[in-house]
T-cell receptor, first 114, second 115 residues
Framework: AQSVTQLDSQVPVFEEAPVELRCNYS??????LFWYVQYPNQGLQLLLK??????LVESINGFEAEFNKSQTSFHLRKPSVHISDTAEYFC????????????FGQGTTLQVKP | ETGVTQSPTHLIKTRGQQVTLRCSSQ?????VSWYQQALGQGPQFIFQ???????GRGNFPPRFSGLQFPNYSSELNVNALELDDSALYLC??????????????FGSGTRLTVV
């Protein structure tokens, strides 16, 4: 069975500092990988995704994630965070060829402090 | 884009009661999925509907059921509510095919509390 583990439940960081949110997955078949962000009282928004090709994917607001097949990881990074990045971040996988059912990790709360 | 609208936003029910949660999908989206997000946890897949038929189900008992209508709206019904059903219920719509690539639009959810 597939599963997703987010290794940190909370990550406090100061504004303009770099951050890494860790995600590991387990699957015996090919997967697609995603990061979603959830701001307070809002639904989930797709931040970035890995389907195939380049293992480094980027979002429009400065986040990036790298797919590492050998380590079964898809860590999310940002070189300099803003207060507005404070949110809950979810790593998710779906099986390629599946109906699109998403399997989520437990979530990581990113707390950016001034 | 009209987005995904869920109603009600908050709901309190008594154990043993039945509840219906509603979702209005983004216009043109023929696939809708429902997720349960318990406090402090990631969302868990309940089921997916495509063209008004169930198209995949997670590890949830039969008392969780759904409907999808031709006007892109859908319902999640839960019978015989239990305390553990207390959670945020998320609706996500997509065009078939795009759902595989994470192309979901999520609603803000319905917060259900069972007492």
């Amino acid at each position: 069975a597939q599963s997703v583990t987010q290794l940190d439940s909370q990550v406090p960081v100061f504004e303009e500092a770099p951050v890494e949110l860790r995600c590991n997955y387990s699957s015996s078949v090919s997967v697609y990988l995603f990061w979603y962000v959830q701001y307070p009282n809002q639904g989930l928004q797709l931040l970035l995704k890995y389907l195939s090709g380049s293992t480094l994917v980027e979002s429009i607001n400065g986040f990036e994630a790298e797919f590492n097949k050998s380590q079964t990881s898809f860590h999310l990074r940002k070189p300099s965070v803003h207060i507005s990045d404070t949110a809950e971040y979810f790593c998710a996988v779906t099986l390629s060829g599946n109906t699109g059912k998403l399997i989520f990790g437990q979530g990581t709360t990113l707390q950016v402090k001034p | 884009e009209t987005g995904v609208t869920q109603s009600p936003t908050h709901l309190i029910k008594t154990r043993g009661q039945q509840v219906t949660l509603r979702c209005s999908s983004q216009s043109g989206h023929n696939t809708v999925s429902w997720y349960q997000q318990a406090l402090g946890q990631g969302p868990q897949f309940i089921f997916q509907y495509y063209r008004e038929e169930e198209n995949g189900r997670g590890n949830f008992p039969p008392r969780f059921s759904g409907l999808q209508f031709p006007n892109y709206s859908s319902e999640l019904n839960v019978n015989a509510l239990e305390l553990d059903d207390s959670a945020l219920y998320l609706c996500a719509s997509s065009l078939a095919g795009r759902s595989l690539m994470g192309g979901y639009t999520f609603g803000s959810g319905t917060r259900l509390t069972v007492v």
